[in-house]
């Protein structure tokens, strides 16, 4: 199994890429620590995973909050004596689809605030546990708007490519301590709209555009060199290999899961 025996702390871990991350990390041997806000969230994606064989625990932790971060991490290093596998899964609805003459400093602000505030915390707190035991692997999450240009991508594209500038730097920082940094930029995901913040946020930007969300995901599709979105399954599958020693050499990296939408 790729992570047998490995220690996984999963913020976001209740979401649609997290919870789909905990099953994928279970299945492949790790013993996972799920944090986020919503128990009940945490609570259905732990009994997939341990259906899966895994030794599961959870959390509630505000992952916006660096204190609360920090009392969880160590909780966790004392209790398994290690953190190998750190990911960042954590999202939040925001505002798409709107010309910047129609978007508030607020609106967008709102995340690339809150992404890079989350993915500093939580990547601070597990880098001390990773430094003294000269060994781990954070992941970040971002998304094709790092690299998209168009109307309504201001906050997006900002707070996307903010992230994975920061995880390059931190890949720089951390690497001389034997600590790999990732960050995994998958495109939309079709089956994540029914559970994910995503679905109402794609909704509000199909209707800024004026067109049906079924027509809007189909430009979706239309924009990808494989004629079709990633799948959770998919990208919790490659955050499984690239947490795992296979992916031992790879580090400052941001991996292109967007079907073909971008081309490196």
């Not at 951390?174 to 930029?185: A, N, S």
């Not at 995901?189 to 199909?206: E, N, P, V």
């Not at 004026?210 to 990208?235: F, N, Q």
Request: proline share 3%; aromatic share 4%.
């Amino acid at each position: 199994m790729l992570l047998e025996n490995k220690v996984a702390v999963i913020h976001g871990g209740g979401g649609s890429i997290g919870g789909a991350a905990a099953r994928v990390f279970a299945r492949e041997g790790a013993r996972l620590y799920l944090a986020g806000r919503s128990l009940p969230r945490l609570e259905a994606a732990a009994s997939a995973a341990r259906a899966e064989g895994a030794e599961v625990e959870v959390a509630v932790v505000d992952a916006m909050d660096p204190d609360a971060v920090e009392r969880h991490v160590d909780d966790v290093a004392e209790a398994a004596g290690r953190i190998d596998i750190a990911l960042n899964a954590v999202g939040f609805d925001h505002v798409q689809g709107l010309p910047i003459a129609e978007t508030s400093l607020d609106d967008y602000l709102h995340p690339v605030v809150g992404y890079l505030q989350t993915n500093f915390a939580t990547a601070k707190a597990v880098a001390r546990h990773m430094i003294a035991q000269r060994s781990g692997v954070i992941l970040t999450i971002s998304t094709p708007g790092a690299r998209l240009t168009g109307r309504g991508l201001l906050g997006n594209a900002a707070q996307s490519a903010g992230l994975e500038g920061f995880s390059r730097a931190l890949a720089g920082e951390l690497g001389p301590d034997g600590v790999r940094v990732v960050c995994v930029r998958p495109h939309a995901m079709s089956d994540a709209l029914a559970t994910s913040y995503t679905g109402a946020m794609f909704g509000r930007t199909a209707a800024a555009g004026g067109i049906p969300m079924d027509e809007w995901l189909t430009g979706l599709v239309g924009m990808t060199v494989l004629g079709r979105l990633p799948t959770l399954e998919e990208v919790a599958d490659y955050l499984a290999f690239v947490a795992s020693d296979r992916a031992r050499s790879m580090t400052g990296a941001i991996a292109n899961l967007s079907a073909g939408a971008l081309v490196d």
